[in-house]
């Protein structure tokens, strides 16, 4: 499989392959003959984390929060959902999350807040970029840990010492808070609800518990996101991901879910040893009835659908556009799907509780 890359002037699409780089090429300077066409090549199946941390003036550093994302890297920070604390992270990988936070708040000087990004494979850390300033993620953690950030940085941004107000360690909550993007497709007629590279979130929701299924439960609930507890899930994935959704799609079965496929992925899944409650079903090129005709006759009750090439973004498209009509959940990447099952199985061995923030903390 070929590296893939971030293009983009005022427009960025993921590329996987010379014929789709040789398509945005014609488009983007069609659209933007003026403008230079940025390359950026990102990490295959990287996971994205954020740190929170603050830094008073005599160098001390405490990290307020090491956010997980779960959508994968490439996708905008912005529009991915995040666990705290992390959930999938090795102990050595945040160890040196940790490390170097601190030595770049020490070396940049940084007296206040900082937020720094990272992208991890397996042991391996990479640093995507520090600001030395608060970021969008800064509320949420404060809330998820039980202490206001941004007062505690005004005060050391004021001369107090981090010792002064109370804070000398990083604080790991015995619960899980999770972050969800509010993304408004369903306000703009024709727009694709594909996440990418470019933010298109309008808000954001937090869902708080013991545990991560049963917050990141919370969490769609509050974005307007309605989960299945039974039903029928289609399935149908690139090829670089069919490997990958086996463990996802087992897991649906186990929750009682029967899975639809089209037919690449299909003989994909019965090549894996997954036989039962498994049907095949046309692509809407291939004739009737099809996919779409199975979404609007409302037979299934969760998508689950990454991106393709040029040839299948129009179908695609249409697929989740026509889901998004009928408001059946539509998941768009792995790591999604793999917190939507997990959410799925949170709501079916228990209701969920509600409890007041502040009771987290007693």
């Known amino acids: 499989m070929r590296p893939s890359y ?4 005022r427009a960025m699409e993921i590329v996987y392959s010379d014929e789709e780089l040789e398509r945005y090429m014609t488009y983007a300077v069609h659209v933007e003959p003026d403008h230079p066409i940025l390359i950026d090549k990102f990490l295959e199946n990287a996971v994205e984390v954020d740190v929170d941390s603050i830094t008073d003036k005599d160098g001390n ?27 999938t992270l090795s102990e050595a990988a945040l160890a040196t999350i940790r490390t170097w936070t601190i030595a770049l708040a020490k070396r940049l000087s940084v007296v206040g807040l900082m937020n720094v990004q990272y ?18 993620t800064v509320p949420f953690v404060a809330k998820a840990i039980g202490r206001p950030l941004a007062k505690i940085a005004a005060r050391i941004m004021s001369g107090e010492t981090l010792a002064e107000v109370g804070l000398t360690e990083e604080i790991i909550p015995s619960h899980v808070a999770v972050k969800e993007a509010v993304l408004p497709f369903n306000k703009f007629p024709g727009t694709d609800t594909l996440l990418g590279p470019e933010m298109r979130s309008t808000g954001e929701v937090m869902g708080l518990d013991s545990s991560f299924g049963k917050s990141f439960a919370k969490a769609e609930s509050g974005a307007g996101e309605v989960l299945p507890l039974s039903g029928t899930a289609f399935v149908s994935v690139i ?10 799609v087992k897991d ?9 496929a089209t037919y690449g992925t299909y003989k994909f899944l019965k090549s894996a040893g997954i036989t039962s409650d498994l049907e095949a079903v046309l692509k809407i090129s291939e004739g009737r009835p099809n996919v779409l005709d199975v979404v609007k006759n409302q037979r299934v009750q969760l998508i689950i659908n990454t991106p393709s090439g040029e040839d299948g973004q129009a179908e695609g498209q249409s697929i989740r556009r026509t889901a998004l009509g009928y408001k059946i959940p539509i998941v768009t990447t792995l790591a999604g799907a793999r917190a939507t099952a997990a959410a799925i199985r ?9 409890k007041a923030l502040q009771d987290y903390f007693i």
């Open 6 to 9: 971030v293009l983009g002037g």
């Open 61 to 87: 550093v405490v990290i307020g929060g090491i956010l997980e994302h779960i959508e994968q890297a490439g996708i905008h920070s912005g529009d991915s959902a995040c666990s705290l604390p992390t959930q």
């Open 119 to 136: 992208a991890t494979q397996g042991d391996t850390v990479f640093i995507i970029e520090a600001n030395p300033r608060a970021s969008r």
């Open 239 to 248: 090829d670089r991901d069919k490997e990958a959704v086996v463990p996802i």
């Open 252 to 260: 649906l079965q186990s929750l009682g879910f029967k899975i639809l």
């Open 346 to 354: 949170a709501l079916q061995d228990h209701p969920l509780e509600v």
